[in-house]
């Protein structure tokens, strides 16, 4: 999960101005996430915190890109940033010492309902990363294959913290 992460900011950073500033600050705070994550001592209150930024760092991730070329790729960062933060969020449910597969009344619970956003989400970001696949968005070279690599890297990544988290 940490080596995803960080392989998927390096190409993201080395894409250069193909990414905007966006795009390459929440590629880069997934990776500061996914190796908070994987170091697991963050406790209840630290995975709130990581929750809430990575939630931060995915609507910044898509401000002021609408009708830009890089707008998809924002918005596929974006969609990995509120998966990661919904592990985040369930990780802080665990943590705190509750049995969160055992609240409400119906047998819909707070674990359950996470859960199941957290395999939507995943499954949409690896879709979105088939999709682009197939379709390429324009770029030429290295700068598109650095943004394939990305790409791939952060979908391996929200896989791994999906079934660790």
Not at 44 to 57: C, E, N, V, W
Not at 120 to 139: C, E, F, Q, S
């Amino acid at each position: 999960m940490a080596a995803a992460g960080l392989v998927s900011a390096g190409a993201c950073l080395a894409a250069r101005r193909a990414v905007p500033w966006q795009g390459r600050q929440a590629a880069v705070v997934m990776a500061v996430g996914m190796l908070l994550m994987a170091t697991g001592g963050a406790g209840a209150l630290g995975a709130l915190l990581l929750g809430a930024l990575m939630l931060a760092s995915g609507m910044i991730g898509t401000m002021g890109v609408r009708g830009a070329a890089s707008a998809a790729g924002c918005c596929h960062r974006a969609l990995g940033a509120l998966v990661m933060a919904i592990c985040a969020f369930h990780g802080a449910a665990g943590a705190g010492g509750q049995d969160v597969t055992s609240a409400g009344h119906t047998g819909h619970s707070v674990g359950g309902a996470l859960g199941a956003l957290i395999v939507l989400g995943t499954l949409a970001v690896v879709g979105w990363t088939l999709a682009a696949a197939l379709r390429p968005a324009g770029h030429r070279g290295r700068t598109a294959r650095l943004l394939a690599v990305e790409s791939w890297a952060m979908a391996i990544g929200v896989v791994a913290m999906s079934i660790v988290g």
